[in-house]
């Protein structure tokens, strides 16, 4: 016994010591306020131009709602309905009248309340790359996502300070059978993670599981009023179409109080106009309605705006990703968001490469940057996306957490205050001196400015003997570090036992049920 | 004579066939303007704050002049001197009437007057990459610079439309003696590019023969009413001292009614304090002298603000590029300009990697979105700069134009007026349609949305099948193209050959001269 003790704390010795060799591990969890300048690139005038084609689109073009629940409450509430075709026109008056009931804010809470996160003002929160279909690292190449995949996000994820919401659906789970994705899915991001966790918004029996799961963590009455515990997101079918799996979806989660990013998938020039301010107007009709429509179901349902609008590769008709067209668009859908009073969503490392080069980078920079400027409230796919969101890429998530880490630097400002100045230092030392050696610099040495963590100062001759690794060799070797170090966070045992028995039971019962009854 | 002639028309069908498969030559030549926001991260106050600061470092601290005629210009002005130390004390009265005497707008003069380029305002211009020491390519790699890199690097200049400015010493041509270096590098930009030019500002006799050239190909009299027709850029030696060569040279261009970009070469934590408001008090102070002193050499001397300054890693004490304390101080820099009413320099692909790798492109997208977002109006090393400046990456260069090309894109906005919102057409398709095939999407099918040149949007089988090419091998293959299809600009025949009997003659004559006397 006394040499297995031994073996094991020199165990955690190295642990501790291997953490110490990477900057990772030292940037802190914080939630991230933006109190910089909103860069807003249209006026006034064409707000309410957008705004004014927007309420036209649902007063005369009107939108398809594919559930007969959603079409009895636009019926109630006085729109104009058309039943057989599932048709709904609704007017300026009531739709806002009901999207002044959403909140402008509301805490979206962890099972570790010190995780819980605020979204809408001046809050914002970053997201992982979800919904991926195949994983990638540099020694396994491409191949589609296994369970053992999501399980190795999931520990990234918890692992990342900068990532601020816990994982969900990261990757599809090809080795998991239909009916068990979902709940095994909550069940590893409930017990891998101990950030806020997204749920699935996918049809009444599925959302119906994840609110179970998420009372049996969270407490049998979910008040709606503390904020709340989950959510999903919700693509319109675009253009102006909700179909039964998304309404059942959002609806469950609203009568629950839990909230949803209604997200219109809009691609400029395909499912919508050629002309950003078209498309735009459109995302704008197809997500307040749905917000709209979420207000009727229960009144104050926290709902985030989604935008994710960009435009199509007019050759291919491939939708196209960090482009200036998408920029636009995101930054319009952040300027509206504020103009109605909800919070808003966008991502943040849209790119279309193949590979984890420059492309990737610059593509996701032109993601990232519009999200900042724009105060975007909730930062999807903000680390790990790569070739139009088909693949979660180890090696990318890693390399972009580099990016988040220095924005979470940048959000923070310079220092200020009496000593920011150091005008007795620049005078003491006068013309042709150097700062090195004041204390003035010594008291701030270790923490004035962003250590990076794969970002590499060496120079060329040190590179080049020490291996000249580019940083796609170099983030292949952090993720695994951060993988060695994961730690499980605490959960208490009854609840978790009692998650882990519903999971098993509810896995038996659904084998050969329906999910979209 | 017949056969001849064939193969030449065949050659140049040829090229022209090879121009039309790349996007890289559709884009546009256009002098940029940014009518987007200012984004300002200092209140008032803090502006306030910083400017006091400044002038307390003026009046109290004092800067070094170290040339004889600059001291006796300071001393004619009232400026409190010590003529044996060569020290300065200014008083913000007299600087602040100083600086009100430099230009907010200038124009900067080709000799093809469809490439000038206003300065200052909501005008912005790129520059390439200047005064590396090393050159590198796919498969060349890294090594020291020669004369023929300049003329590639001088021809992809030309060729790429967003760049705005003429090439000039990208690299140090190790292969032409010290003497004729500034000879043969204007001739080669004169001749090679019939965008502005940049001069060399060291020293009165470099700086000088600049001059001579410039009005051999300007004319006698170079009005200065006119706008300049070269200028430089001249580091202040930070902290708080001119050099003897930076003033030879920004007094003889200031005299001539050249222009001169005051650029501190600020290290926070090395040549000035750690703390960054310290930093850019600094700068500032030692940015509104110089452009101070240029006035009493010249009133009215056009001028522009630099701001270069960055943080030291506080590991090895090197620069580090494209950081989140550089995108502060860029922007304060460009607000400070603002508020003295002068153009401002930024950089745009700052970085500190050793390969053209992800890092490289996170980093410049850390210089190039603050440019924009700050309103800078000359981006220099807006391509191909690479391991702090040392190497100018020919792959580098054209991935970086793809940035530019987009951010042209971008600051054009999207296109307004009346069927901007193409509600005709939303309402046409209705639910579940698509807008492929609209008259509104056919007749803005080729120019709607930017075309990429280098950033590849083929789906993963496809660019597998096609050889799974990254951004840098692609890069490569272009900028080769480039090169082939450069066209030498137009050039008076007379002129050219004045300008190459000068060089000629001088370089004769400066044999074995010192260039600092």
Known sequence: MATRKRKRSAGKANLSKERKKSPYFDVPFRPWRNNYPKYEIANEQMLEDIHDASMQILENTGMRFQDEEAMELWEKAGAKVDRKTQHVWIDRGLLMDLIKKAPSEFTFRARNPE???????????????????????????????????????????????????????????HDVPVHEKHLDGYWLGATLSDK??????????????????????????????????????INVN???????????????????????VVTPFILSGA????????AIAQQNA?????????????EGAPCVYGGFATNVDMKSGAPSFGTPEGAWALMLGAQLARFYGVPYRGSGTLNTSN???GQAMNESMWSLWPCIMSHTN?????????????????????????????????????ETGPDAFALKQIDEIGPAGHHFGTEHTQARFTNAFYPPFLHDRRNNGQWLAEGGEDIV???NKLWKQVIRNYEEPAFDSNTKQALQEFVAARTKELEGVDLYD
């Open 286 to 298: 197809e997500a307040l309605a749905g917000i709209a429509l979420l207000q009727l179901v229960r």
């Open 271 to 278: 499912n919508s106009p050629i002309t950003i301010l078209g």
């Open 238 to 260: 675009s253009p102006l179409v909700y179909d039964d799996r998304m309404l059942g979806g959002m609806m469950t989660f609203a009568k629950h109080g839990q909230f949803t």
């Open 115 to 173: 995780r819980n996160q605020r979204v809408g003002g001046n809050n914002v929160a970053n997201l992982s790359a979800a919904g991926c279909v195949f994983i990638s690292d540099l020694e396994g190449g491409r191949r589609p996502g296994q369970r053992e995949d999501l399980i190795t996000l999931g520990k990234l994820i918890q692992m990342t300070n900068t990532i601020h919401v816990g994982p969900i659906m990261t990757v599809v789970m």
């Open 355 to 357: 590979v984890v080069d």
């Open 473 to 475: 060799v170099r983030a």
């Open 378 to 414: 909730l930062i999807f796919h903000s680390a790990g996306w790569l070739e139009s969101g088909l693949t979660h890429s180890l090696e990318k998530f890693v390399i972009d957490a580099e990016n988040l880490a220095m924005m979470q630097h940048f959000l923070a400002g310079p």
């Open 196 to 233: 806020p966790q997204m749920g699935v918004s996918h049809g009444r029996v599925i959302t119906g599981d994840v609110i179970k799961m998420a009372k049996i963590i969270h407490g049998e009455d979910l008040r709606p009023e503390d904020g709340p515990v989950t959510g999903g997101v």
